[in-house]
């Protein structure tokens, strides 16, 4: 199949294929007669989403392209969104019955008619002239009412201004190139509602998305505020422990506490060290004194009042030790001890004296002259004495100091623990109340950039149409034309694919497997411009040529045996077995035909009938069949025999072998189907060495190219143009020259 296959394929049945555009084309005029004009209005809204201000991020980033395709994806559905598309339609109802009259820059005055005629009395007694707001809330309660009012109806039907599904089908959103902007346009046949229906989108759509952004964050700062108040509990808690610790215990600040009195342990032990040697020396100096001293001497240092004055300085060492100690802890009374202390050093020195006077007294009445030189050690016993009595008392009091210190120690020790405890409680404590604080003004700044991303401008306020959209009624006409062109040429094709009839040359030899010898057109259809005559001489002719050529290939003095038959009844084997002997006869061969019906008319060649029966079925030879009634068997040079059809009669298979040449005569208008090709394929089993041929009869005139080429007729310059350009032969020439 080529091009020019299809085109003669079309041409020939050009009768659906002119009418069914004519018919399209009136179909689309018709309906489009009354066709309303439509306008549109365009407005832009500015996103900011990929290249707008962020306060998360003052600094310069990299724009994320998959968010920026989810975020305006999300702004487009909001925008497109049912519930958006209710509120449109029910806020432009309400706007346009709050009118007195039609307003051209509102509704036209034919919409406002259509719409005053069907609003029901009850919907219209909700209007509460002047007052959008009141009257926008009685109608959505009224609408809620029940799924049968009007004002549902409205929304939620099909009326071409109100109803949601209309108003999404004509608003169109997109973004504008890779920028922040949007551009919404909606489509109606009214400009003023056109252009209100926009700017109620704009409202609308604004409010909706800036709620959607920022109710997820209003939860998000919710949560955070309740958690801080709970981190906040939990660190005054952690807090107030640690203060009631610290009050049962007197402690101020701990570890200042600790170290202090570490320090003075290790201080007073160093000091308490001294002492105990300074004491010692005193004890041992004391000792070597009085050695040296007489034992007058050294009972008359140990009566009653030398001992007594000893005691009393000792008694009041001791107490200047204590207030030494006092004074040391007591910071706010420091003054007042330390005068004391003065006073009892006053005394201390005062008993001193005395006691050195007691001494002295006693060294002049028991002593004589020779005793002088023991002044001296005298002295030094009583300085040391001294030392003695100071060191002595220091070191009564060193011992309750000692002791206080570890007492000390031992009750700061466990306090120690518990206050690490406390403290890592509060911090514990403290990090998390600081943690959610940081997540709560993160919140927070996240919130207020929602809010300033969310807060769309409206670059171009929707504009009021003056012109309408061109119409489509001439492309529609056009699509019409077309449409009826293609869908008869499209079925044309399908049903020529899926024809199961042989009609071609080459379709014949696939399914029957046999060289196609020579095929005969169809005469019945006939065209004007083909010589049919011509056509029919030119394939009877290729037919003779094959059984010409076969006769020479033989050789022999005998006839040459051609059969002629076929598998189903009506295939045309008389009329080609006629042509054929005419045709022999013609060109000088004499020619028998023997057939088992009567030749009509008045052939030019010798004709035999036979009879089909049981003589028949027993033929052993195609000369059988004649033999009786023909004397010179040998003066003709071609005997042509028709048998009955093969797949409805009996018939003797001899006669196939008996036969040169045998010619299959197959109608090229019909199936080729499973019986024709089970009977042919046990006739090649029986007959393996026959030559066979087929004779396609009845095809169409087109196909005839194939067979016997360049089909004769009149051709118009054009028509002839028009062919070689389809089949490419636009530089073929009829002669060398």
Not at 168 to 192: A, Q
Not at 201 to 227: G, H, P, T, W
Request: hydrophobic share 40%; charged share 25%; proline share 3%.
């Amino acid at each position: 199949m080529n091009i020019v296959y299809f085109i003669r394929l079309l041409l020939k049945h050009y009768i659906p294929i002119m009418v069914c555009p004519v018919i399209l084309f009136v179909i689309i005029f018709v309906l489009t007669k009354d066709e309303p004009k439509v306008y549109t209005s365009y407005t832009n809204i500015y996103t900011g989403i990929a290249t707008g201000a962020n306060l998360m991020s003052l600094e310069s980033s990299k724009v994320d392209r998959l968010g920026t395709i989810t975020a305006f994806d999300n702004l487009i559905n909001i925008i497109k969104s049912r519930g958006a598309a209710e509120e449109v339609g029910l806020r432009l109802f309400t706007y346009h019955m709050l009118l007195d009259k039609p307003d051209p820059d509102r509704i036209s005055k034919e919409s406002f008619v259509k719409l005053m005629g069907i609003v029901p009395k009850d919907v219209k007694k909700l209007v509460v002239k002047g007052d959008f707001e009141k009257t926008y809330a009685a109608f959505i309660d009224y609408k809620n009412k029940n799924f049968e009012n009007f004002i549902y109806e409205l929304i939620y039907l099909n009326h071409p201004d109100y109803s949601y599904e209309k108003i999404l089908s004509n608003l169109k959103v997109r973004r504008i190139s890779s920028s922040d902007m949007i551009e919404l346009s909606y489509k109606s046949d009214d400009p003023g509602i056109c252009q209100q229906t926009l700017e109620i989108f704009n409202e609308v759509f604004i409010n909706k998305y800036s709620d959607v952004k920022l109710i997820q964050s209003d939860a998000i700062l919710k949560y955070f505020r309740d958690q801080l108040d709970d981190a906040q509990l939990k660190l005054d808690e952690a807090e107030d422990q640690l203060l009631d610790f610290n009050k049962k215990n007197n402690i101020i600040n701990y570890y200042e506490q600790s170290e202090h009195i570490t320090i003075q342990k290790e201080r007073f032990a160093a000091f308490y060290n001294e002492l105990k040697m300074e004491h010692k020396a005193a004890v041992a100096v004391l000792s070597v004194l009085e050695n040296k001293l007489s034992v007058q001497q050294q009972k008359e240092l140990n009566n009653s009042d030398i001992i007594g004055l000893r005691n009393k300085i000792a008694n009041l060492n001791i107490q200047i030790s204590i207030k030494d100690y006092q004074a040391e802890l007591d910071t706010i009374n420091r003054k007042k001890i330390l005068d004391e202390i003065a006073d009892m050093n006053i005394e201390s020195f005062s008993l001193q004296e005395t006691l050195r006077k007691s001494i002295n007294r006693a060294y002049f009445i028991d002593n004589t002259v020779e005793g002088i030189a023991s002044s001296n050690v005298l002295d030094q016993w009583l300085d040391n004495v001294v030392i003695y009595e100071s060191t002595r008392a220091k070191l009564l009091v060193g011992e309750e100091k000692i002791q206080e210190f570890n007492q000390l120690v031992k009750e700061y020790a466990p306090k120690g623990a518990t206050m690490k405890r406390l403290e890592r409680k509060i911090d514990i404590a403290e990090q998390e109340y600081l943690s959610i604080l940081r997540s709560l003004n993160v919140a927070k700044l996240k919130q207020q950039n929602l809010e300033l991303n969310a807060n769309l401008k409206v670059s171009e306020t929707p504009n009021y149409p003056l012109k309408s959209e061109p119409s489509k009624r001439k492309i529609l006409l056009l699509i019409g034309l077309v449409l009826g062109f293609m869908i008869p040429a499209f079925v044309i094709i399908v049903f020529d694919y899926l024809n199961q009839n042989i009609r071609t040359v080459s379709n014949a030899e696939n399914l029957i497997k046999l060289p196609v010898v020579s095929a005969y057109p169809n005469m019945v259809q006939k065209s004007k411009t083909k010589n049919y005559v011509e056509i029919g001489r030119l394939s009877v002719n290729k037919l003779f040529q094959s059984v010409l050529n076969l006769s020479n290939s033989l050789r022999t003095d005998e006839p040459l045996k051609v059969l002629i038959y076929s598998v189903q009844d009506n295939e045309g084997k008389t009329t080609l077995g006629t042509k054929l002997a005419q045709r022999l006869s013609a060109n000088g061969y004499k020619s028998l035909f023997v057939n088992h019906e009567e030749v009509s008319g008045d052939p030019v060649f010798d004709c035999q009938k036979y009879e089909v029966n049981s003589e028949f079925i027993a033929c052993k030879s195609i000369a059988d069949l004649y033999r009786n009634n023909i004397e010179d068997e040998s003066k003709y040079r071609v005997v042509l025999l028709e048998l009955p059809s093969i797949g409805l009669n009996n018939y003797p298979v001899n006669l196939f072998n008996d036969a040169d040449l045998a010619l299959l005569t197959v109608r090229a208008n019909r199936a080729w189907n499973a019986a024709d090709k089970d009977s042919l394929e046990k006739l090649s089993e029986l007959t393996q060495n026959l030559k066979q041929g087929v004779l396609l009869n009845g095809v169409e005139i087109s196909e005839m190219e194939k067979v016997i080429g360049e089909l004769p007729g009149k051709r118009s310059l054009i028509r002839r143009f028009i062919k070689r350009l389809f089949s490419f032969q636009l530089h073929s020439k009829k002669t060398i020259k």
